[in-house]
Nanobody, 129 residues
């Protein structure tokens, strides 16, 4: 079982930037999809972005709201999966959660929660106006 531990969440002013990190117990990313989701009380869990590693290429997908503001980075040496967030808005306030699942083929990684079997506890990001 892949264990995931998020860090880096804190309070930040609107317009600011933040980098979250997801430390994984996986020995390698090959054969995995790794994703960031976010949770807001009273709302459905929302996908932020993911990277799928098929053994040859890394295939990345970002949610529409994250395009040009949020970026994902995989560090193969440290086995961390980071989420870099820029131009933060109050509506980005949420618990950000890292997830991992098996690569099952296709053109890219899925942005649906049911495709992921392993979940972290989350790290809270609060953006104030």
């Amino acid at each position: 079982e892949v264990q995931l531990v998020e860090s880096g969440g804190r309070s930040v002013q609107a317009g600011g930037s933040l980098r979250l990190s997801c430390a994984t117990s996986a020995l390698k990313f090959d054969g995995l999809n790794i994703a960031w989701f976010r949770r807001v009380p009273g709302k459905d869990r929302e996908a932020v972005g993911c990277t799928g590693f098929d053994g040859e290429f890394a295939r990345e997908t970002m949610a529409d709201f994250a395009l040009a503001r949020f970026y994902v980075h995989a560090n193969h040496n440290k086995m961390t999966f980071d989420l870099e967030m820029t131009a933060l808005k109050p509506e980005d306030t949420a618990a950000y959660v890292c997830a991992a699942g098996s690569w099952r083929g296709g053109h890219t990684c899925p942005l649906i929660a049911s495709a992921y079997d392993h979940w972290g506890q989350g790290t809270q990001v609060t953006v104030s106006s």
